[in-house]
């Protein structure tokens, strides 16, 4: 934490305005992200986060604090079938997964005066046919030729 603390120190010394913290697992340690949040100075910051990971103290920092947090959360799909199909949560119930998750993005509804929100979904059928287009793409191209 020590140089956590020198660089937000530096941060605001040199008022830096637009900080991301390229972290999706920021908000895993609830304690060290609110200590990172009420240190922050002025400025707007961007934070990548587990939707899943949410709780009523690490919003309630983001909401109080100096800076306006914008939360970013990536959800890789609410849909039960694609969610046991990609098997990112390694066996978990997908539908007790997606359950948590909307409780989770309900919460922080609570905040939305203090804490910006954005939400992307990626579904995946979506990103394979991005997947397939863009690798047959090059041949698709050829044959037009």
Do not use: Y
């Amino acid at each position: 934490m020590c140089v956590m603390k020198e660089e937000l120190k530096w941060l605001a010394d040199n008022d830096i305005k637009d900080i991301a913290i390229l972290d999706p697992t920021f908000n895993t340690n609830t304690l060290r992200a609110v200590n990172i949040l009420e240190r922050l100075h002025k400025c707007k910051v961007s934070v990548q986060i587990r939707p899943e990971k949410l709780n009523r103290t690490f919003l309630e920092a983001a909401a109080n604090s100096q800076a306006r947090v914008t939360l970013e959360m990536g959800v890789q799909t609410l849909n039960a079938s694609e969610m046991s199909l990609i098997d990112r949560m390694k066996g978990a119930d997908p539908e007790k997964v997606i359950a948590k998750v909307k409780d989770k993005l309900k919460l922080s509804e609570e905040f939305s005066s203090g804490v910006d929100r954005e939400i992307s979904v990626r579904t995946f059928p979506r990103v394979f046919i991005c997947v397939v287009w863009f690798v047959l793409l090059p041949w698709v191209m050829a044959l037009c030729v």
